[in-house]
Antibody, heavy 120, light 108 residues
Framework: EVQVVESGGGLVQPGGSLRLSCAAS????????MDWVRQAPGKGLEWVGR??????????EYAASVKGRFTISRDDSKNSLSLQMNSLKTEDTAVYYC???????????WGQGTLVTVSS | SYVLTQPPSMSVAPGKTARITCGGN??????VHWYQQKPGQAPVLVIY???DRPSGIPDRFSGSNSGNTATLTISRVEAGDEADYYC???????????FGGGTKLTVL
């Protein structure tokens, strides 16, 4: 059974940092692109970024709103994905989802999300 | 940047057909994916590559894409279909994944 489980969310002050993790199981992690998507309270889905797989040189791509502040990394030996978030702003408050890349640019399996609250 | 436009809400009676649109400049040239999100839950992929269904998704869900509009069609709507629906594409010009604003489907 395919599973992705996020962890690491919490309350952080503006300007602070937080690292989210995503543990994957039930599939060949190294074959897949992996994405982070967020959802602010009561709002729609917003793409954060993704890491391509080894065959595509682990290239990372980011939304303009987080580029330069957030870093996505992966460890294929541990089936894990991370999101390092620096210089956090109140507008980064959201549920952060880890999702597996599927056919084309689709996301075919999602975790349940972890809540990040940026507030003083 | 590329923009996808969805109606914020729509309502449909049980047993009827719901058609949720997703507008974008020449969206017919892109692959469109659709997600269903129920309250308090993670999104679920219901259509990929415009019209393909993942395993486990009922054939009541179908999709089409042409010109400037992609459409998610839900036939014989059930109460359990009440959810938010999002379209999504990959924008090659910016190397960004783009989501529509979402449509809240209410089953009357």
């Amino acid at each position: 059974e395919v599973q992705v489980v996020e962890s690491g969310g919490g309350l952080v002050q503006p300007g602070g940092s937080l690292r989210l993790s995503c543990a994957a199981s039930g599939f060949i992690f190294s074959d897949h692109y992996m994405d982070w998507v967020r959802q602010a309270p009561g709002k729609g889905l917003e793409w954060v970024g993704r890491t391509r797989n080894k065959a595509n040189s682990y290239i990372t791509e980011y939304a303009a709103s987080v580029k330069g502040r957030f870093t996505i990394s992966r460890d294929d030996s541990k089936n894990s994905l991370s999101l390092q978030m620096n210089s956090l702003k109140t507008e980064d408050t959201a549920v952060y989802y880890c999702a597996r890349g599927g056919s084309g640019s689709s996301l075919d399996f999602w975790g349940q999300g972890t809540l990040v609250t940026v507030s003083s | 940047s590329y923009v996808l436009t969805q109606p914020p809400s729509m309502s449909v009676a049980p047993g009827k057909t719901a058609r949720i649109t997703c507008g974008g400049n020449n969206i017919g040239s892109k692959s469109v994916h659709w997600y269903q999100q129920k309250p308090g839950q993670a999104p679920v992929l219901v259509i990929y590559y415009d019209s393909d269904r993942p395993s486990g998704i009922p054939d009541r869900f179908s999709g089409s894409n042409s010109g400037n509009t992609a459409t998610l069609t839900i036939s014989r709507v059930e109460a359990g279909d009440e959810a938010d629906y999002y379209c999504q594409v990959w924008d090659n010009s910016s190397d960004h994944k783009v989501f529509g604003g979402g449509t809240k489907l209410t089953v009357l």
